[in-house]
């Protein structure tokens, strides 16, 4: 399994990304962590993902999960070397996933070797065993009104909660994520806690925060 789950955008060791790509690859961009927002935002919002994976040596397109059911996205996402989900509303991707069948479809690949999951934010946080607690930072209203339901359970492919932009002063998501992460310490349930800047890296038994 090889996962690289950034605080926010490609953080600051995009080459270990990469290098879990095996170099130069082709994959695909999720953004229905953002499909509450406006067209023309979210239009902007893929180019800027495009080109960001672009400038690292990393071709992409846009998959998006909307419309999809588990036979149509198999025959559409092929075989590709990673996938790289946008942050957003957690809600709503784990809604989209679910809708298209890419949940299942995800923990079958990464089970296989058979590409990288990489992503920031929200795109981290819905692999974990349950989303209990994010309600605190998302919405829940997108995915009601999107998809019709909303979901707390997670993809299970991470043992613990993912919570991004912690000791993170400029993230407007700082506050929030804070009294996330502090709810789980009066729990006694362990987190990933992670800084702007950082990434949580699997490749195989080998598991790092960078």
């Known amino acids: 399994m090889r996962l690289y789950l950034s605080s ?15 170099g ?9 962590a953002f ?4 067209l023309g935002t979210r239009r902007l919002e893929t180019e800027r993902q495009i080109k960001n994976l672009a400038d690292v ?3 992409a397109r846009e998959l998006d999960l909307r419309g999809h059911d588990s036979v149509s996205l198999a025959a559409k996402i092929g075989q590709p070397d990673f996938l790289w989900v946008r942050g957003g509303n957690v809600f709503t991707l784990r809604a989209a996933l ?12 990464l089970e296989a070797d058979a590409l990288v999951y990489a992503g920031f934010s929200a795109g981290g946080c819905v692999l974990a ?8 930072c998302d919405s829940t209203e997108d995915a009601l009104s999107t998809y ?3 979901q707390f359970d997670g993809l299970g492919i991470l043992d613990r909660p993912f919570v991004p932009h912690l000791d993170s002063p400029e993230h407007p998501e700082r506050e929030a994520l804070t009294r996330v992460a502090a709810a789980y310490s009066r729990a006694d349930e362990p987190y990933w806690g992670l800084r702007d800047g950082q990434a949580l890296v699997v490749d195989g038994s080998s598991v790092s925060l960078r």
């Not at 926010?8 to 095996?22: I, K, R, W």
């Not at 499909?35 to 406006?38: F, I, K, L, P, R």
């Open 129 to 136: 065993p349950s989303l209990l607690g994010l309600e605190e």
């Open 35 to 38: 499909d509450g927002a406006d």
């Open 148 to 150: 019709g339901a909303v």
């Open 8 to 22: 926010y955008q490609l953080g600051d060791h995009p080459e270990v990304f990469t290098g879990l790509v095996g």
């Open 57 to 59: 040596g990393l071709a």
């Open 98 to 109: 679910a809708q298209s069948g890419a949940d299942n479809l995800i923990t079958d690949r």
């Open 24 to 32: 130069r690859g082709r994959g695909w961009v999720i953004m229905n």
